[in-house]
């Protein structure tokens, strides 16, 4: 089978007075026939006269910690190399990417899973009523909504009484955290304000320090909490030190922003590999698109496979920097991966400089931008959480007339793809060791550029696996059965606001058909013939019928979208 390449080189070659004069609608057909639809890049407007991938302008920062083994001489001559700062706090842009292929060699430089901030959950998914339960780096936290600071919170998830789980417990009449095993209350610092058990003229036990609860650094930032995942009081002002990495375009208003979240089955880095493989579904369909729209057509397998460059240009142990043929993309170490791309709506009123760079247009004509935002989250062994954000300045408003429970059906059914396969293979690669990962895998192709970077930077800085400190010796968990691996119901559905309301809701529609149709029925049985007439009598078991059936459609929706739905690479 013969395949071409669609690169970056090959879209500037293109004849562009051919490209102008093609139809506009080829283009939406292309790009909507995509089956990344999922992903919400359905909405692209119906003007759109060139296809222009550009460099992206992400403000993405890396935070370099102060206790760094690189002298600051080599410490700014590889940052002034890697991005150019673009904000007074920690946010950085692209540079020029290299020609060729460069990692920096960092002798001795190891990666401190420990003094990094890691994300909790989006705050849209959060319940200021109650407190949640969460798992981050092996840490068993508590998060709640401290109405008295107006903030959240994130504690260590244990009551120092007897050890019950604060997550179990409520927000009490004064907003403090209160445990109900026994009644302890504890402010948003931490401090016991009331032990029931304890007489009042006795001595105020609930001062001493063994009556605290540990507290996390937190802080919201781009609508998600963050904690720093150390209690130690030397910690309390981390903030002011280092920060999250921030995301510029989650706090701009005129971008999308909707978020998900999925508890995976499986560790931090295999995630990274589902993430890859989305990525790579991505430029595919980017590619295929640019392509269709020339009609310049390409041979594909079925699952739309094909030749594309990706290349790891500049890498520390902050993360790395990477090249595909329609985005570039960036992995913050420990948690964010990110690729952007470009679609300029070019009205060729722009000129060319001298210096052969594109010069501002008389009339400025908007650019629409989208990106992958992923935010891995490490668990346990074999555990993990993904957060994920697709940001666009483009078609904002399908967002507000689409319910996001609807997104997230295409989203999961995606994660689903590759879950089993990723789940297996990950025992395969803890059976084999992990550092002979490259050895046992044959990744000839550019295609399988990201994966073996990571892979690399993850030998290189931190041992090839996750820091849990004491709390897990890094053994994965038995593997559950299939059904339990690819359930939605505990892995997103109860921990996204919106699905679980829209679970709730068409549960109830549910019921409501089917006490109209048993409902019609008895009063078409219960009613004289004499009474109705026979074509009222025939309306009324249409309507029964009608609703029994739309009420079994509906069971059968909502299990298999919102409880278990079985991926069969085979029948698809």
């Given amino acids: 089978m013969t395949t071409t390449k669609c690169s970056k080189s090959h879209i500037r070659t293109w004849n562009i007075k051919t490209l102008i004069h093609f139809k506009e609608q080829g283009t939406m057909e292309a790009l909507r026939a995509s089956s990344f639809s999922s992903f919400q890049f359905t909405t692209i407007p119906p003007r759109l006269p060139r296809l222009q991938f550009e460099k992206p302008m992400l403000n993405f920062p890396i935070n370099h910690r102060p206790n760094s083994s690189f002298s600051s001489a080599h410490h700014n001559k590889l940052e002034s190399r890697l991005f150019s700062a673009t904000s007074p706090t920690v946010s950085a842009e692209f540079a020029d990417p290299p020609e060729q292929e460069l990692e920096f060699d960092s002798p001795g430089e190891k990666f401190d899973w420990f003094a990094q901030w890691y994300p909790v959950m989006p705050v849209c998914d959060l319940d200021k009523r109650v407190p949640h339960a969460k798992k981050v780096l092996g840490l068993d936290v508590v998060v709640w909504w401290d109405r008295n600071e107006n903030a959240w919170k994130v504690f260590d998830d244990r009551c120092p009484h007897r050890l019950a789980p604060l997550s179990e417990g409520r927000i009490d009449q004064w907003g403090r955290l209160q445990c109900v095993y026994h009644g302890w209350c504890f402010s948003g610092s931490g401090d016991c304000k009331f032990i029931p058990q304890a007489p009042p003229e006795g001595p105020p036990v609930h001062t001493f320090k063994n009556a605290c609860v540990a507290v996390y650094p937190t802080t919201v930032q781009n609508d998600i909490v963050w904690f720093w995942p150390n209690s130690d009081p030397q910690y309390k002002d981390i903030i002011t030190k280092q920060k999250p990495p921030y995301m510029p375009e989650l706090d701009d208003p005129s971008y999308t922003k909707s978020m998900g979240n999925r508890e995976i089955p499986y560790g931090y880095a295999q995630i990274k590999s589902t993430i890859f493989s989305i990525l790579l579904i991505f430029n595919q369909k980017i590619c295929t698109a640019a392509e269709n729209y020339l009609y310049f057509t390409v041979k594909a397998d079925r699952e739309g496979g094909r030749p594309l460059d990706m290349s790891i240009k500049k890498s520390d142990v902050n993360g790395f920097i990477a090249r595909q043929e329609a985005a570039y993309s960036r992995f ?241």
């Avoid at 009474?531 to 019928?545: D, E, G, H, K, P």
């Fill in 332 to 572: 913050i170490a420990p948690c964010i991966f990110s690729a952007f791309t470009s679609l300029a709506a070019d009205q060729s009123n722009g000129s060319e400089s001298s210096a052969g760079t594109k010069e501002e247009p008389s009339s400025p004509v908007a650019q629409r931008r989208f990106a992958l935002i992923f935010i891995c989250v490490p668990v346990s062994p074999g555990n993990s959480r993904l957060i994920w954000t697709f940001p666009r300045n483009f078609g904002v408003w399908i967002d507000r007339i689409v319910p996001r429970w609807l997104f997230h059906v295409g989203q999961n059914l995606i994660l689903d793809s590759d879950l089993y396969l990723l789940h297996l293979e990950e025992r395969k690669i803890m059976d084999i060791g992990l550092s002979n990962w490259q050895k046992a895998c044959f990744v000839p192709t550019k295609s399988d550029a990201l994966v073996v970077g990571f892979r690399r930077w993850l030998n290189k800085y931190a041992g090839g696996q996750v820091d849990w400190g004491t709390k897990f010796s890094g053994a994965l968990p038995p593997s559950p059965p299939r059904e339990q691996l690819l359930d939605r119901y505990w892995s997103h559905v109860v921990n996204c606001s919106s699905c679980r309301v829209a679970y709730k809701g068409l549960n109830a529609v549910e019921v409501v058909l089917q006490v109209i149709a048993f409902a019609t029925i008895g009063i078409v049985a219960a009613v004289k013939q004499e009474i109705l007439s026979s074509a009222a009598r025939n309306t009324l078991v249409v309507i029964a019928v009608l609703c029994f059936v739309g009420s079994r459609w509906l069971s059968h929706f909502v299990y298999k979208n919102f409880h278990y739905h079985d991926y069969n690479h085979a029948l698809r």
